[in-house]
């Protein structure tokens, strides 16, 4: 319950959007946004608006200065600000902010030093692909668990296809029926 921010940090298909969406259906009082898609004026009237407990923010290296600088604000004093001609409102929230992104590289160091924990995700094992593929697949997808385990070896095992669950998925996708020789192709 304390205002504490996280930062996730890992490659594209780490399950950092799955994580930030589980959450999501967690916390009733969460607001989701992607970085690539919002404004610091969008922002602001989301965060006024809905009071979120918690602001999932998706993508967030994607974000641009002036969204930052809500940010900033926010994680820093909870203190939300809009300042238009002849009006001043300002709000107090006690939210907490998850963000995701592939680098924080490009990330103000203002920025990350508001972020209390910085967690960088590493990239999967052969065994822990394999793994996800098959819950993945198996739950999300309706693959029966032995091919969905079977989808997950190829793709790893594959020169052509990169090492991703989201690939893994298309390869599912694309299947009308679930046999060696359509999976090998």
């Given at each position: 319950k304390k205002r504490l921010h996280f930062l996730l940090e890992g490659s594209p298909a780490t399950a950092k959007?799955?994580?930030?969406l589980c959450i999501q259906q967690a916390?009733?009082?969460?607001y989701y946004a992607t970085g690539s898609r919002t404004t610091a004026p969008g922002l602001t009237d989301a965060l006024k608006t809905s009071e979120p407990e918690v602001l999932l923010l998706d993508e967030i290296e994607k974000c641009d200065m002036q969204s930052y600088a809500v940010l900033l604000s926010l994680m820093e004093s909870g203190v939300v600000v809009?300042?238009?001609h002849r009006r001043h409102t300002s709000i107090r929230l006690n939210t907490i902010v998850i963000g995701s992104c592939n680098s924080s590289h490009r990330l103000p160091p203002e920025l990350l030093s508001r972020f209390d924990f910085h967690l960088q995700l590493k990239a999967y094992s052969k065994d822990e692909f394999i793994q996800v593929c098959t819950d993945y697949l198996s739950r999300s997808e309706n693959v029966p668990t032995g091919w969905a385990e079977y989808i997950g070896k190829r793709v790893w095992d594959s020169p052509n296809i990169p090492s991703d669950i989201r690939k893994a998925r298309g390869v599912a996708r694309i299947l009308d029926i679930y046999?060696?020789?359509?999976?090998?192709l």
């Open positions: 959007s799955l994580f930030m916390f009733p009082q969460t809009e300042t238009k046999d060696q020789k359509a999976i090998d």
